[in-house]
């Protein structure tokens, strides 16, 4: 792992995340951007003094001779380094598992999505939102039909963290977040609406034709938005409208997509994971719950628990790290991967997040291009 030291917050998740299923053993670091901090933390976590780094050079150089090398390398840094990173560890010949977004601009995104395909190597994006289960089954059976011909996609990504100016305050997070050179162009578009747009994208297989969108910034002295309004029209004709906010009291995660086809609806909601909420053309509304007998085989290999004993977001979460050793195992063993390590979040899903970031920014900076103003009446 590179980054997710003291104090950090996604690296403890991969942590967790990746132990759930036993694929994975963490056996090396450089967990942070001091280079004797993250040398203590490798220490504490129980790793070998040989294997924590101090820095992801010396990562690179340390196991790249080794015989037990490291098979792949988790990246939970601030967004402005994980194209440098990840070139690095791509160059030197490891498999790489990303955080979103992809990169902080969209030359790097180009560039390191090139990079991954010619090389062969892997890279994995963790689209968090992809791991749920009935994320999935909504996709399947979207694409069986069940609701017809998608219509209308709604998906928000609220949150409330930084509701005030806490990057002024010491929140480490909020800080580079806060800032363009580390973050990015897009404020809360960048970190979370670049989920909001995977999870509808992913569940719907449409593709983006073209967007128009609003960009605000609530709090005072903030460089970047805080909260995005983005209307957007895909290929045939669907309409969707994404929401993301930084700043929406009351809202901890409150990740939710609907969408509406001619037959039928699907609805599902983060802090509600285990069930997607399905109504056809009759309006009896049904809850599809996870772990039932007759769901599709992709929901069933990412769920573990009988229904009513719920599953959540560290499982979502060791879905992804389950879906990315199978694709990795896959391609050692010339076969094709079983269905856990398909669908699963790659490079060209992390690029096309960082271009949907670069084209909201572009037409909000555009000044209201595509608005029209009613006249007064
Ligand atoms: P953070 O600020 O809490 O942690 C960053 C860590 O990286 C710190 O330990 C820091 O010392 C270390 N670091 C920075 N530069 C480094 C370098 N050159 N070498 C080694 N370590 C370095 O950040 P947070 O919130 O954990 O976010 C990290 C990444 O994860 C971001 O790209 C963010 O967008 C993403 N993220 C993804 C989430 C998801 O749901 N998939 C949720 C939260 C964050």
Redesign the pocket.
Known sequence: M??????????N?HRLASRLDGHWTLVAG?????PD??REFALNEGLDPARSYG??QDLIAGERGREDRVDAVAI????F??YP?AKALIEAGFDVIC???LTATIEDAIALEALSRQSGRFVGV???YSGYPMVHEARVRIARGEIGDVRTVQVEYPLEWMATAIEQKGN??AA??TDPKKNGRGGSIG?IGT?AYHLAGFVTGLTLETLTADLATFVPGRALDDNAHVMMRYEGGARGLLWSSQVALGNSNGVRLRVFGSTGSFQWFQEQPNELIYTPLDGRVQTIKRGADDLSEDAKVRSRTPPGHPEGYLEA?ANLYCGFAEAIRARLDEREPTSIGRNIPLTYDGLKGVAFVEAVVDSAEGGNAGWVTPIAV
Request: proline fraction near 5%; charged fraction near 20%; charge should be negative.
């Open positions: 590179v980054g997710g030291g003291q104090g950090a917050y996604i690296g998740i450089a967990f942070d951007v001091d901090r993250g820095t992801y939970c840094t601030p967004n380094t994980h990173i955080e979103k977004p963790t689209y968090t480490i997070q580079w977040r970190d989920h979460f």
